[in-house]
């Protein structure tokens, strides 16, 4: 008896140690991702050293793409294994040091070369988000031995309510630094990348600090060929294909989130440093909602989850579209005091919806993965439909190309169509929770071993 209590003792202290440091590292990651934010920080920074649309629309392309597309391999590699934090633990390193070199690079070469700036970030941003991809694979599983089933819901909305008020905080700061006058570009984006380097450190650091129990259920692991050829049989399984589509739509449908902030500046003249007041909007809107989002997942699932986070996300192309031309519209610009400035703060509805949006898919895309797939299949399935992910996220990059020869006003058009493709897809997604075998995807290297 006694030696049970001190082994559930033990096993209570470990929970809540993963738990704290989990947590912890979710936000540190929150944060360090936001003083680089895609399509706020970045697309900035690119918009000064190039004029091509094409290029802005590679920033997030960068930033989803890569991040998606190694994660299979990352699956097969990790697949069977006792261990999965020294996996988690180099790619965090790796993703750290890019940034860091990416700071270094932009404070020594600075504006006396925008050209070679610009294929340094490329190349530096590639490493970071391919190494922020790789981990992403382990990290899920290793939350999914420590974190029981039916916590994980509290678990990730923990992560990303306090990433969410730690990027809050971050936009004023963010707002601050691209405020300063005659500030070169060198000097207001290597302090920001340094930042960001520092913030990842420390993620770095808490990944360490997480204490797994290696799992002994594995035998043997199956190799990278396996997976490779068992990707058509996964494909043909209807939740999975379900699933996929909605998440292809969705994807398809962030072809014009780098530009919104483009339009802002270009078009509605805000000045940059509103991009600050934008990501804290956004900030303050996913970590409001978020307690939200867990107690849906907690209470209808997330299916409800993801077909609710489908129809905000709806909300913004309707607003870039709809809003300024309201605010400018006689009946209604009397009534509303501030003119153009109003319409500036008032376009920031876009990102106050993106934030809600955001915060909703990142806890049910994540969660309902982890439900649909069973333990053994887990790592590549999630793998799986991201790499596919990976494919389609480039979409941004075609983005640039139609707000260059038709205007941004289409592009967002096209943005609300597919997004609205997003919310009709989210009615055909299979109920995962408390499945079986009806729904959950197997993994068909057990059931071949099982042979």
Do not use: K
């Not at 202290?13 to 979710?26: K, L």
């Not at 739509?249 to 934008?278: R, S």
């Not at 075609?398 to 009615?427: I, K, Q, R, Y």
């Amino acid at each position: 008896m006694e030696l049970q209590q001190q082994r559930t003792r033990r096993e209570r202290v470990r929970y809540w140690r993963n738990v704290a440091f989990g947590v912890t590292n979710g936000a540190l990651l929150q944060l360090g991702d936001t003083f680089i934010h895609p399509t706020l920080v970045l697309v900035v920074f690119v918009s000064q050293l190039t004029t091509s649309n094409v290029l802005v629309g590679l920033v997030p392309a960068l930033s989803v793409g890569l991040w998606f597309l190694p994660q299979f391999l990352s699956a097969a590699v990790v697949q069977g294994r006792r261990r999965q934090l020294p996996w988690a633990t180099w790619a965090s390193v790796v993703r750290a040091a890019a940034v860091g070199g990416l700071g270094a690079a932009t404070a020594g070469i600075g504006e006396r070369d925008p050209s070679l700036l610009l294929i340094v970030f490329i190349a530096a941003y590639a490493v970071y988000n391919l190494a922020a991809g790789f981990a992403f694979v382990p990290l899920v599983e290793l939350s999914a031995r420590v974190i029981p089933a039916d916590r994980r819901g509290f678990f990730f909305s923990q992560r990303n309510f306090w990433g969410g008020l730690l990027a809050f905080l971050a936009g004023f700061v963010i707002n601050r630094a691209l405020a300063v006058e005659n500030a070169t570009v060198s000097a207001t984006f290597s302090t920001l990348f340094f930042a960001s380097f520092a913030v990842l450190c420390l993620a770095s650091y808490t990944t360490v600090q997480m204490a797994e129990v290696p799992d002994r259920r594995h035998g043997r692991r199956p190799p990278v060929r396996f997976w490779i050829a068992q990707v058509p049989e996964l494909l043909r399984r209807g939740p999975l294909q379900r699933f996929l589509v909605y998440r292809v739509l969705l994807a398809l449908g962030t072809i014009a989130d780098p530009f919104f902030i483009v339009y802002a500046q270009v078009v509605l003249g805000a000045p940059a440093a509103i991009a600050g007041l934008y990501l804290s909007a956004m900030a303050v809107a996913r970590f409001a909602s978020n307690v939200v989002w867990g107690q849906l997942v907690d209470r209808w699932g997330d299916r409800a989850a993801l077909q609710t986070a489908a129809l905000v996300r709806l909300t913004m192309p309707l607003v870039a579209l709809g809003l300024p031309p309201l605010l400018r519209w006689d009946a209604v610009s009397g009534l509303v005091p501030g003119g153009e400035t109003a319409i500036q703060l008032g376009y920031g509805l876009v990102f106050v919806a993106y934030g809600v949006a955001l915060s909703g898919q990142t806890l049910a895309n994540l969660t309902y993965a982890l439900e649909l797939a069973g333990p053994d299949a887990r790592p590549a399935f999630v793998g799986l439909v991201n790499t596919v992910l990976g494919v389609v996220s480039f979409v941004p990059i075609l983005g640039g190309s139609m707000a260059d020869h038709f205007g941004f006003e289409v592009l967002f058009l096209v943005a609300l169509v597919l997004a609205l493709l997003a919310v009709l897809a989210s009615g055909l997604l299979p109920e995962a929770r408390g499945v079986g075998g009806g729904a959950r995807v197997d993994s068909v290297w057990r059931r071949g071993r099982a042979r």
